[in-house]
């Protein structure tokens, strides 16, 4: 069946540094790849997407990249900061079935 | 736009028992999709409904199952409760054209004891 894998797990890094979290994804039909921030006891919210058939996509400190013949996909976070702190969930999609990956928890270090 | 609800809140039950979870939608969205969100299993994805139709389904048992109504409002059926039951039940909802986002409801805690 679909899967979504997704590293690390956990990652701490100091703020103002950089954050990646890597994800792939086995169906090939997958056409649109969002990713969600939840913070405790919070609901997941969007925070960037990325459609297939754009390889890079960038909002202020937020970029994702995706390459699709490798079936891998990106989130990048520059200059870090405290409230970044939360757990980050990758997800591929085709037509509304949303496969999430299990998730990265980011602490950032003030 | 109101965001969208679900209810009840929490709910404690014990094995063998049966339970309805309920999701209505941000207006004007006609999908919504169920999850069970688990400390070790991250966001398992239900199944998801438009149109009152089942379009999505995903790896659980029969034990669980959902329905949509005219309206767009949803509701999950958990019957023979197991322990391994026990989760935050999300729902969320989109527009269900694809390529959008979703919006998630605050959940529902479920219980077994």
């Known amino acids: 069946g679909e899967n979504v894998e997704q590293h690390p797990s956990t990652l701490s890094v100091q703020e103002g540094d950089s954050a990646v979290i890597k994800c792939t994804y086995s169906?090939?039909?997958?056409?649109?790849f969002p990713w969600y921030k939840q913070e405790l006891g919070k609901r997941p919210q969007l925070i960037i997407d990325i459609r297939s058939n754009v390889g890079e996509k960038k909002d202020q400190r937020i970029a994702v990249t995706l390459n699709k013949t490798a079936k891998h996909f990106s989130l990048h976070i520059t200059e870090t900061q405290p409230e970044d702190s939360a757990v980050y969930f990758c997800?591929?999609?085709?037509?509304?079935?949303?496969?999430f990956g299990p998730g990265t928890s980011l602490s950032v270090i003030p | 736009k109101a965001g969208v609800t679900q209810t009840p809140r929490y709910l404690i039950k014990t094995r063998g028992q049966q339970v309805t979870l309920s999701c209505s939608p941000i207006s004007g969205h006609r999908s919504v999709s169920w999850y069970q969100q688990t400390p070790g299993q991250g966001l398992q994805f239900l199944f998801e409904?438009?149109?009152?139709?089942?379009?999505n389904k995903g790896n659980f048992p029969g034990r669980f199952s959902g329905r949509q109504f005219s309206n767009s409002r949803s509701e999950m059926n958990v019957s023979t409760l197991e322990l391994g039951d026990s989760a935050l039940y999300l729902c969320?909802?989109?527009?269900?054209?694809?390529?959008?986002?979703?919006?998630f409801g605050p959940g529902t805690r479920l219980t077994v004891l």
């Open positions: 997800a591929a999609s085709h037509y509304d079935k949303v496969i």
């Open positions: 169906d090939s039909a997958s056409n649109y």
């Open positions: 409904y438009f149109s009152e139709t089942q379009r």
């Open positions: 969320a909802s989109s527009s269900g054209q694809g390529y959008n986002e979703q919006f």
